[in-house]
């Protein structure tokens, strides 16, 4: 348990750090795009 959340913290903020933050940055963007379209598609109709 200590083990696979110490390796998935330390992998992950290691990937963050080191340049991992464009990924974060599309994720965020390709999240909020379909927020947009979801809301655009239900009050469309």
């Keep these: 348990m200590?083990?696979?959340t110490d390796g998935w913290m330390g992998?992950?903020?290691g990937?963050?750090?080191?340049g991992g933050?464009?990924?974060w940055t599309v994720i965020?963007?390709?999240v909020v795009v379909?927020?947009?379209v979801l809301i655009n598609k239900v009050s469309g109709k």
């Design 34 to 36: 379909l927020l947009v």
């Design 11 to 13: 992998g992950g903020m």
């Design 2 to 4: 200590m083990n696979q």
């Design 21 to 23: 933050m464009w990924l």
């Design 28 to 30: 965020g963007v390709l």
């Design 15 to 18: 990937g963050f750090a080191s």
